[in-house]
């Protein structure tokens, strides 16, 4: 079965700085589609901040099975209802990739319900990434670590709650270290943040970086569909307990009425 992902980009570097425009002339979020479009089970499109409901109305969402989110300069200009939109996908199981300085998008924190704050340094310096967790599917096809010459520092501690699992560490030239690759799951949906991806450096056009978003993608994509009764509360008569029981004492609610939320 094809996996139908969508890629967001903020799309506004690309716009206005002529050093990210030169390696992404036809934007990031186009880029990582393409890349996901060469492996013949997942069919990518793109999305971004300038389109109407940001690109993700309720019926493109609905239609996702796997969101990538790439956000820098603008986190704030991300309507709050969009936001709550993504959010209620991702606990019905749509999954969910979040991209390098997306760690502060409303959306990462919305879900993560921490700061998602860490250190950084910009001075393109070389990452290498060790794969800590070589059988994860995330990590299917890696060697022990990869290197990307040039990239943004980001160095802990990183304001996000314990993962499930940590599949990549960072190295950085100038001595820090980063859980680059970590995952959670939230309700029903699936979430991989993934650290690379500064935008003055081509780093979306590595081979072994689409590699892993090619595997972060079939990782996170949840075959079972939505589960849509997840946001259900209901409130369960007397007579369909399980075992037999007598309502006794006072209460503030009528048998079928709704709780308070």
């Known amino acids: 079965m094809t996996i139908r992902a969508v890629v967001w980009g903020e799309n506004i570097h690309e716009q206005t700085n002529k050093v990210v425009a030169e390696i992404y002339p036809e934007g990031m979020h186009n880029t990582i589609a ?4 060469a492996d013949a089970g997942i069919e990518a499109t793109a ?13 493109r969402l ?5 969101l990538l989110w790439w956000g820098h300069k603008d986190h704030g200009a991300v309507k709050d209802e969009v936001v709550e939109r993504v959010a209620k996908r991702v606990w019905e199981g749509m999954g969910l990739i979040v991209l390098h300085s997306g760690h502060f998008s409303k959306v990462f924190k919305r879900l993560m319900g921490t700061p998602c704050a860490l250190k950084w340094r910009e001075a393109g310096e070389r990452e290498r990434l060790w794969v800590i967790n070589p059988r994860h599917p995330i990590a299917a096809g890696l060697g022990e670590h990869f ?8 160095g802990e501690q990183f304001s996000v709650p314990e993962p499930l699992e940590t599949v990549f560490i960072s190295w950085f030239q100038g001595g820090e270290v980063f859980r680059s690759g970590m995952t959670w799951r939230r309700g029903a949906g699936n979430i991989f943040y993934f650290r ?5 450096y081509p780093t979306y056009h590595n081979g072994t970086v689409q590699k892993v978003l090619i595997n972060s ?3 996170a994509y949840n075959p079972l569909g939505t589960q849509a009764s997840i946001h259900d509360a209901p409130n369960v008569p007397v007579e369909k307990a399980l075992e037999p029981i007598v309502e006794r004492g006072p209460k503030l609610h009528q048998a079928g009425e709704a709780g308070y939320r």
């Open 62 to 66: 609905k239609d996702t099975d796997v």
């Open 47 to 59: 999305a971004t901040l300038q389109e109407p409901e940001h690109g993700l109305s309720e019926a």
């Open 196 to 200: 690379p991806g500064h935008e003055t």
């Open 34 to 37: 393409k890349a996901l479009n």
């Open 147 to 154: 290197e990307l010459e040039n990239e943004e520092m980001y």
């Open 217 to 219: 993608v079939k990782w």
